[in-house]
């Protein structure tokens, strides 16, 4: 498969550069980015062109890794999709239920495969223990934090100067995560409402379609001491808790284009394709609506 990236911000250099350039059956075909000197200077680090004509790019690639915000994503998804390529998506697809739906009708008008990165959903040890819980099932109720310190005082985080983060905050740069994790387990989500905590902070709580409860608390401004991240389940097999990360988002980004190449071959949906991506902004911008309104909001 010879995959082209799309985007030259810390993402794109930390994590998809570098796994794109050495993924065994990847070919890394070259880079592009809304400054063309960025993309320059990203694909010579990894010894391949820097493109400034898109579509030129798309012409070449049998798939495309995009690493950009989600307000600009879901434009260059539907691109690429109509070019006939297929797309490694980072989350949240979009930050409007139409520019998501949009991302998923050009994939299956187009015919082609799509994954949602979402880190933690394709960890090493993370995998195989929501399988194994979702075979389970039997499952009362869950709980996710997922609290952050990219806005903290002491912070370091390179992505704390990420406009988009700054405006939607935790709810749509982690919500995704937690929800990637607890959907499948618990099944899918019938109501949310959501309360304001201090600064970014927002929890959830989820009302599941097959009678099943779960809360969120999601962050950026958490302080640095008070940052982490878990998963706990509780049911009629006792208490379950999510693995603790143990490696980083590289791992994980090889196990996403694993499977972005799996679907692209049997033309068999991944559980984390567009459509996932989509429910996933769904219940995001009906938690937006729980905030302003206040109440549950139906989903």
Not at 130 to 142: N, R, V
Not at 145 to 159: E, Q
Request: proline share 7%.
């Amino acid at each position: 498969m010879r995959i082209g990236l799309l985007g030259t911000g810390p993402w794109a250099e930390r994590v998809h550069a570098p796994v794109l350039a050495e993924h065994p059956g990847i070919e890394f075909a070259g880079v592009w980015g809304r400054r063309p000197e960025a993309a320059a200077a990203l694909g010579a680090a990894h010894g391949v062109p820097g493109h400034a004509d898109l579509d030129r790019l798309l012409a070449e690639v049998d798939a495309v890794s995009i690493a950009l915000p989600p307000a600009v994503q879901a434009d260059l998804a539907v691109r690429a999709a109509e070019a006939g390529c297929h797309l490694l998506l980072d989350k949240p697809v979009a930050l409007t239920v139409p520019d998501a739906r949009r991302v998923v009708d050009a994939t299956r008008t187009h015919g082609v495969a799509s994954v949602v990165f979402f880190t933690v959903r394709f960890g090493g040890e993370q995998m195989p223990w929501i399988e194994k819980q979702t075979a389970l099932g039997g499952w009362f109720t869950g709980r996710s934090d997922w609290l952050g310190s990219v806005f903290a005082p002491g912070s370091s985080s390179p992505y704390a100067a990420s406009p988009w983060r700054q405006d939607k905050g935790a709810l749509w740069d982690v919500g995704p995560h937690a929800l990637s994790l607890l959907l499948p387990v618990l099944g899918d989500a019938a109501q949310v409402t959501a309360v304001a905590g201090p600064l970014d902070t927002v929890h959830l709580v989820l009302r599941h379609v097959g009678g099943a409860s779960s809360t969120l608390a999601l962050s950026l401004t958490a302080p640095v001491a008070a940052g982490g991240t878990g998963m706990e389940l509780r049911g009629s097999n006792g208490v379950a808790h999510l693995p603790e990360r143990g490696e980083g988002p590289l791992a994980a980004l090889h196990r996403a284009l694993d499977a972005l190449q799996d679907s692209a071959r049997t033309g068999e949906p991944h559980p984390c394709d567009a459509a996932f991506g989509l429910r996933i902004v769904e219940i995001l911008a009906a938690a937006e609506r729980s905030l302003a309104d206040g109440g549950p909001v139906e989903v």
